[in-house]
């Protein structure tokens, strides 16, 4: 089946996500901001030959997976327009499709419009931190052959932060992707391809952040791929003092949770320690076992 107007389809896509699985470590999805204030890396990567670049690098330093965004969701970022994301994303994922027709590629977005212009030139997965609230994102995901990750957060980026209390962080943030994930499986979405996100920093505290992580075999249990972004961010600089750019060794640190996870994705900055990182890890728990 054709997908698209780019001669994309259904099994190019699953020839792609399915070579992600198995292996030895978790699967490695890179940072592509192609924004002017994502929290780390803001306005570096907004030039399209400047963010081209990087994703290149980003796929010489062992880059399974390319997640390009267009719209910062750090706390206190204000939402953009679809037109705005889509001019900073799609001629990015349009040559880097063109360049590297094997790599999975994502797309981080909670808008329909920027999703159904991204799967049309090439995306394999939407990345969205809404978690289909637009449920148009699951037909389309669906109709495409596509993946899609279903993020957990509270309130919207302005504000996720001001509420942080829970009763049972764990069982709520499980209760609610049981959920999503859920409607994603009834729209023609199969179970292997929605992959759940616990939300590390969208609207938890530090103690919130680290029972996520701890309970990651929790999510696990739900049958569905977990997706897992920590990298360098606000709990780590709480917890080490590090500020943004050096936080290398407790983003590394915060990986360890998911070694053992059979269908596990950890969403970096720097995927070439962090590749290193978890092949040496992987292999110490192999021979251990």
């Known amino acids: 089946m054709n997908d698209g107007h780019t001669g994309v389809t259904s099994q190019q896509r699953t ?16 940072i592509l901001n192609c924004t002017p204030d994502s929290f780390s890396d803001g306005g570096r990567f907004l030039d399209l030959s400047a963010a081209l670049n990087h994703g290149e690098d980003l ?6 997976i390319v997640d390009i965004g267009g719209e910062s969701t750090r706390p206190g970022a204000d939402s953009v327009s679809a037109d705005e ?6 001629p990015v994922v349009s040559e880097l499709r063109n360049r590297h027709p094997e790599l999975p ?14 799967l049309e030139a090439g995306a394999d997965l939407i990345n969205d931190v809404a978690a289909a609230s637009d449920h148009r994102l699951l037909d389309l995901v669906a109709t495409h052959g596509a993946a ?7 309130g919207r980026p302005r504000t996720m932060q001001n509420d942080t ?44 952040n680290l029972r996520l992580l701890a309970a990651l075999p929790e999510f696990a249990k739900l049958g569905h ?21 050096a936080r ?42």
């Open 85 to 90: 994301e889509l001019r900073r994303v799609l």
């Open 165 to 208: 209390e829970y009763d049972d962080v764990v069982a709520e943030v499980k209760e609610f992707l049981s959920q999503r994930a859920a409607s994603a499986t009834e729209a023609g979405i199969p179970a292997h391809r929605v992959w759940i996100d616990p939300g590390i920093g969208f609207g938890k505290d530090v103690g919130g």
């Open 15 to 30: 020839t792609r996500l399915d070579k992600l699985w198995p292996r030895r470590r978790p699967v490695v999805m890179a």
């Open 59 to 64: 796929i010489r330093d062992g880059a399974d």
């Open 225 to 245: 791929p977990v997706l897992v972004g920590a990298s360098r961010k606000s709990f780590i600089g709480e917890i080490s003092g590090a500020d943004v750019a």
């Open 248 to 289: 290398l060794p407790g983003s590394l640190a915060a990986l360890i949770p998911t070694i053992q996870l059979r269908r596990v994705v950890v969403r970096v900055h720097d995927p070439r320690p962090s590749v290193q990182f978890l092949e040496i890890a992987s292999r110490l728990v192999e021979a251990g076992a």
């Open 105 to 118: 590629l994502s797309v981080d977005t909670s808008k329909a419009e920027v999703a159904a212009a991204a």
């Open 148 to 154: 899609i990750v279903l993020m957990h957060r509270r």
